[in-house]
């Protein structure tokens, strides 16, 4: 018998033999057991060879009372690669023995994708036990919106819960801005158009200078990105004016992407080094500082500092609803 909810069907699996072998018993609902906790108790009973009888057994699921996921390099709800995630999950009041989530789909460094939470106190409010962790998004996580994460709440008794999350309150992009085409400007072979691509989270128009681009036997004097629009995600064209003229017979040279410099970054900070591009020394400006509530995603950065909201130390944590699929 389930708490507040029906079994469709059983399916039982054996593990081990003889006397040490282990019986499992799978239990298919017929509605979600949402966020409750779920009770098990045993209205007949279970029998062995020898006849030995197994009953009165009660078992309680944890109870996972949120989810939340906040983007803790700055306030943008877009994690970039090399971005930390501050994952907080609260239970109910039952013992746990551990709590872990899978992050393969930020492509976080940790040990098979999943990282163990540490408790992190009580809810004040709910008396739920909070577990927490920070994980750092990889360059070949999944971009887009809605990333699952599949998480797994242990009790000390031996039952585990486990709920696969959408999360919806931040998005992931680490798409690296690219140098396009390249198109000469006239006929003295000096100057060039060369297309600049960025991600959905559009160009950062300030980490565009000279130092950036790299010509094959050539060498930048001069760059010009009066034509870049700041934060646009569409193609953009920065202009290169080199020392002398280029040689070869298409007269085209070929341009990358400096690897010395410290790259050309998106809104979102993907850029194509990320260490050397982490970090501007801005100062916070507090704003958001210290608030756990969700505001809507409405600051878009905003700050105007043109530093592509690279700031350090800057928090937003929101609480998901949990939809939920149970396991
Ligand atoms: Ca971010
Ligand atoms: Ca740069």
Do not use: C, W
């Amino acid at each position: 018998m389930v708490s507040n909810n029906s079994i469709s069907s059983i399916t039982t699996t054996t593990t081990g033999t003889g006397a040490n072998s282990t019986q499992t018993v799978q239990l298919s609902l017929n509605s979600s057991v949402g966020t409750e906790a779920v009770t098990v108790n045993l209205t007949g009973s279970i029998l062995d060879n020898s006849g030995n009888e197994l009953n009165d057994v009660t078992t309680t699921l944890p109870n996972i009372n949120t989810v939340s996921v906040s983007d803790k390099t700055n306030n943008d709800s877009i994690l970039a690669t090399g971005d930390s995630v501050g994952i907080i999950v609260e239970t109910s009041d039952i013992a746990i023995s551990s709590v872990t989530v899978n992050t393969s789909a930020y492509d976080a460094r940790t040990e098979n994708g999943t990282i163990t939470l540490t408790q992190d106190g009580i809810n004040s409010e709910t008396g739920a036990r909070i577990h927490a962790g920070v994980v750092t998004v990889g360059a070949n996580a999944t971009d887009g919106s809605s990333q699952p994460l599949l998480v797994n709440v242990s009790t000390e008794d031996g039952n585990t819960a486990i709920r696969t999350i959408q999360v919806t309150n931040v998005s992931v992009d680490t798409v690296v801005p690219t140098v396009g085409s390249v198109t000469p400007v006239g006929e003295n072979k000096t100057q060039f158009n060369v297309e600049i691509e960025s991600g959905p989270s559009g160009i950062d128009k300030s980490s565009i200078t000279v130092a950036d681009f790299a010509v094959e036997n050539g060498d930048v004097a001069s760059v010009d990105t009066s034509s870049v629009t700041d934060g646009s995600n569409q193609t953009q064209t920065v202009d290169l004016t080199l020392t002398d003229p280029v040689i070869g017979s298409s007269g085209i040279p070929t341009v990358t992407i400096n690897s010395s410099s410290d790259g050309i970054l998106d809104k979102a900070g993907n850029g194509q080094d990320i260490i050397g591009s982490e970090g501007d020394g801005s100062t916070d400006d507090g704003s958001s500082g210290g608030d756990e509530t969700d505001d809507g995603g409405t600051d878009g950065d905003g700050d105007g500092d043109g530093d592509g909201g690279r700031e350090r130390e800057r928090e937003r944590a929101s609480t998901l609803e949990l939809p939920q699929q149970s396991n």
